[in-house]
């Protein structure tokens, strides 16, 4: 059987890595079994490190403040993937603009709360309910050079109803991401979508 090396980068509260340990992890699919061979995280307090310890793989921690330039950031970073041989990297709340530098040489794939290509870069949850959208939900992507605008895998959405609270609307974007990342990475690392 073949196994499958993924990395997941986090940088918050990593429910969506939390997610993909509950349903891909040292799991099998379509004869390829899945492995999140490293987690790795930008800020030494984010939530999502107790996490990723609580199913036994100790996030390495690179603080990109202690890199000035983020090129240099995004060379360790391709260096330790490229050390832990990663088939694909999954970016789950990473909260870093990625330099050419990394996109050129990870392959790497992106979950993002919104449709795309509508409300690409930070706060998309708010801005979309801000701007009333009827439908919304998320969307797995390729990373390539462009902030969000890599190849759409995977997106799903919802109706919004008029009385929708916002912690009703962000609570459906989330369920969404939980159903779409896991299956996009069987997609790509599994059923060689490409
Ligand atoms: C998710 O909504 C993801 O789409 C966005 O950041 C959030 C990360 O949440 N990029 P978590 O850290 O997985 O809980």
Redesign the pocket.
Known sequence: MTTKKIAVL??????????LFVKIHNKTFNGVRIEIALTLCNKDD???IEKSQKYGVEPLIIKHKEYPQREEFDKRVVEIIRAHEIDLCV?????RILTPYFTKNVKAI????SLLPLFKGAD??RQSYEASAKKAG?SVHFVNEELDGGEVILQKSFTRTKDMSYEEY?AN??KI?YEI?PQAVVDVVANDRR
């Open positions: 986090f940088s918050g509260s990593g429910t969506n890595l939390e997610n984010a939530a999502g970016l789950a709340g990473f909260m992106n979950i993002h709360p998309a949850i998320a962000e974007i989330h991401e990342l």
